[in-house]
């Protein structure tokens, strides 16, 4: 996509591919002007639409780099991603976690009005599929699954007690592996 940005001078989206799928419709949109996706839903993988697995986008908002997965999933649901919403806007009014949430719940309630709702969120996409499920639970809906690949999380996030705990886990882990580690490497003690 870079290297067809550099020769010709048109940037499109990285998610376009999914919403035209032939190089022939691909051509077409980007000569018509036509370089976003219609949608803030991208369809990733067709299947039965009553419930689909919605997933968060990461903070590129591209799917392409879960394409194995979603390709390897044995789901018989479709699969529809969440793209991030290119808010327009900028510092002191940059657009935050919450404004993302509320266009995305519109976004999923367009597709599926009532739940239970599947989400599944990638790096940032994580924390965004979090916190539509917190939204969506504290509205009265149900979310009967989320999960979060490589989610970034801090430390800082965490109260001192949970840290340290998880701090000392780590730790008595590193350890018994080194001690172990030393006792294999001991000579044999001859009697």
Known sequence: MREFWLRTGV???VNLPYEHRSIRTLAEAMSDGNVLP???LI????GAPDKPLFVCAGGASCFLEMQDLFSGMDLPDAIVGISLTRFERSPPDAPTVADEVKTAI???RSRQSKG?????GYSFGGICALELARTLVAEGECVEFLAMLDTPLSDHNNEFRQWLTLMSRIIGRQIGSRLR????????VQE
């Open 106 to 108: 519109a976004a999923i």
């Open 43 to 46: 369809m990733l993988k067709a």
């Open 38 to 40: 219609k949608s803030k």
């Open 11 to 13: 940037e499109f989206d």
């Open 181 to 188: 580690h030393l006792r294999s490497k001991r000579p044999a």
């Open 116 to 120: 239970p709702y599947r989400l599944l």
